[in-house]
């Protein structure tokens, strides 16, 4: 349940439901929702903690609702984030959304959700991604764009419709709106966090003939 390098011990002291040296993995997600929130939210039903942060002493709990359809072939997920540190052991906690595409929501694993950024609207982001699983399905004569950069293997090599063809859509990670007006940034990540990933950008706004440019690249340095 837990992600690797996750830390041990929280040493926290306020609204405790258990001794406040008991480690994380022996506390049950209400247990730390009432150390960690004045008013635990009454959907919250499990959490994971995550070292996230190449700094020492950084890292996150996120609390996450039960899974439940949203509207056709997609999943839906909200929850809090609480980013930790041993300097300031309790952060605020912040609300998040998250999608997946997919016809069984039982069947999403618990690390297969795409987190929707705040600047995207929940309804408009869920459209976005059906209309990208529309175009990949039925192969859209839209404007695809390939950009392999410089990291191999190349996924441009077989062309930019086959690229978009082969995109792993169950490994969405996050959904955030572009710089332009109708644009959208999705990232696609078939191994995950800090790995290659496709860098998907969908243009739409007024134009007659949508862009999808997919760029293979690597994760910011951070």
């Not at 930790?84 to 052991?89: E, K, L, T």
Request: overall charge neutral; hydrophobic content about 40%; glycine content about 8%.
């Amino acid at each position: 349940m837990f992600g690797a390098g996750v830390l041990a011990w929280l040493l926290l002291s306020q609204n405790a439901a258990a001794p406040a040296d008991r480690p994380v993995t022996d506390l049950t997600t209400e247990q730390l929702a009432s150390r960690l929130f004045d008013t635990p939210p009454a959907d919250i039903v499990s959490h994971r903690v995550f070292r996230d942060s190449p700094f020492p002493g950084n890292y996150s709990i996120r609390f996450y609702s039960r899974v439940e359809p949203f509207g056709d072939g997609l999943c839906r997920r909200h929850g809090y984030y609480i980013g930790m540190s041993d300097d300031h052991p309790r952060g605020a906690p912040v609300p998040q959304e998250e999608l997946a595409i997919a016809q069984d929501c039982a069947l999403v694993p618990a690390d297969g959700f795409a987190h929707v950024q705040p600047a995207a609207a929940l309804d408009a982001a869920a459209t976005t991604l059906r209309w990208l699983k529309d175009r990949q399905r039925r192969g859209g004569a839209e404007r695809i764009l390939c950009r392999h950069s410089q990291f191999a293997p190349n996924p441009c090599a077989r062309g930019s419709a086959h690229t978009l063809k082969a995109l792993p859509l169950d490994r969405i990670f996050v959904v955030d709106r572009g710089r332009a007006p109708g644009a959208w940034n999705i990232a696609v990540m078939p191994e995950g966090p800090g790995q290659l990933f496709y860098d998907v950008t969908l243009e739409r706004g007024d134009r007659s003939e949508p862009v999808i440019t997919i760029e293979w690249k690597a994760p910011a340095p951070f």
